[in-house]
């Protein structure tokens, strides 16, 4: 079951996405979800991106599906950030703080 993208509710969305990348995952039934996170945030991505954005991006929603079947109270949903692993969302939100804080510590052991 699909949810809702950042509050946008289910909706078919057709992106334009590379022959081979549509070929290898032909069966996942996560692609059509991932077209409709880029269609929504207007995401663009060179060929060689896509296999490791739909990886990420399949990550985020295991990691929010398994979060909300947990009856917390709060829940998580998607946002412009579920096709960034999370070393790559640190480093686009935190900038270099993440690797000068690395650096120190290795520098100090």
Request: no cysteine; aromatic share 10%.
């Amino acid at each position: 079951a699909s949810a809702e993208i950042g509050g946008v509710p289910n909706a078919t969305a057709r992106v334009e996405s590379p022959r081979n990348f549509l070929d290898a995952h032909s069966s996942d039934p996560s692609v059509e979800e991932f077209q409709r996170f880029i269609h929504v945030f207007g995401k663009t991505y060179a060929v060689e991106e896509w296999e490791q954005r739909f990886a990420a991006f399949k990550d985020s929603i295991e990691l929010i599906r398994g979060h909300n079947a947990m009856n917390h109270t709060f829940k998580l949903d998607l946002n412009e950030h579920a096709d960034l692993a999370p070393r790559a969302f640190a480093q686009a939100r935190i900038g270099g703080l993440l690797a000068s804080a690395e650096t120190s510590a290795s520098l100090s052991a």
